[in-house]
């Protein structure tokens, strides 16, 4: 069974853009959830989702935000890109919601 | 407040020689505690679940442990390729946080040949 994918793998863009990422969970896995990870703040929930509903958000900015397709996969966005968003962005996936999560890779952004 | 620590925030073995990772937590109804392995550059990897006090898993060169308020990761005759980070997290099962993961800082590894 293929794991969590997600693309871009790096990412590269400047200050007050605006970036995409996205993630494939898991086959027959419906729930997924976005975390950040920095060196000092560790990992840090960001949202999660189920069914195409956010179910939970941790505590950041409106700046990011997320959906998530009929298909189970999801999308983050980021807007007004600042130089402290610079971070590893994983995804991970469960086949319902409280359930075990599997990580996918991550995507890695540098915001210059 | 929820909250994960781990301990140590490195640690350094030679080859063959056993140690344990510590996870101490507080939270508002532990729903599941969760041991992740994760090498550089790469997403955490699965390794345990564990819902209730005194419960304990294997696989291979580890064990994992719980009770109401830590968890140990016993690490046996380890060998250089067990060198990672040790993530450990907590699911709520009430409270502001419910049902998302709150992780500790981990436990960097080197295990020496």
């Known amino acids: 069974k293929a794991g969590v994918t997600q693309t871009p793998r790096y990412l590269i863009k400047t200050r007050g853009q605006q970036v995409t990422l996205s993630c494939s969970p898991i086959?027959?896995?419906?729930?997924v959830s976005w975390y950040q990870q920095t060196p000092g703040q560790g990992l840090q929930f960001l949202f999660e989702?189920?069914?195409?509903?956010?179910?939970n958000k941790g505590n950041f900015p409106g700046r990011f935000s997320g959906r998530q397709f009929s298909n189970s996969r999801s999308e983050m966005n980021v807007s007004t890109l600042e130089l402290g968003d610079s971070a590893l962005y994983l995804c991970a996936s469960s086949q319902r919601p409280q359930e075990t999560q599997y990580f996918g890779p991550g995507t890695r952004l540098l915001v210059l | 407040e929820d909250q994960v620590t781990q301990s140590p925030e490195a640690l350094r073995l030679q080859e063959g020689e056993s140690s344990s990772l510590n996870c101490s937590y507080t939270v508002s109804g532990l729903r599941g505690l969760f041991w992740y392995r994760q090498d550089p550059g790469k997403g955490p990897e699965f390794l345990f679940t564990l819902y209730s006090a005194g419960e304990e898993k294997e696989k291979e060169r580890l064990k994992a442990t719980l009770t109401k308020k830590e968890s140990f990761l016993h690490i046996t005759a380890p060998k250089p390729e067990d060198s990672a980070t040790y993530l450990c997290a907590v699911q709520a099962g009430a409270g502001g946080s419910q049902g998302n993961l709150i992780f500790g800082k981990g436990t960097k590894l080197s295990v020496k040949p």
């Open positions: 086959s027959g896995h419906r729930s």
């Open positions: 989702y189920f069914s195409e509903t956010q179910r």
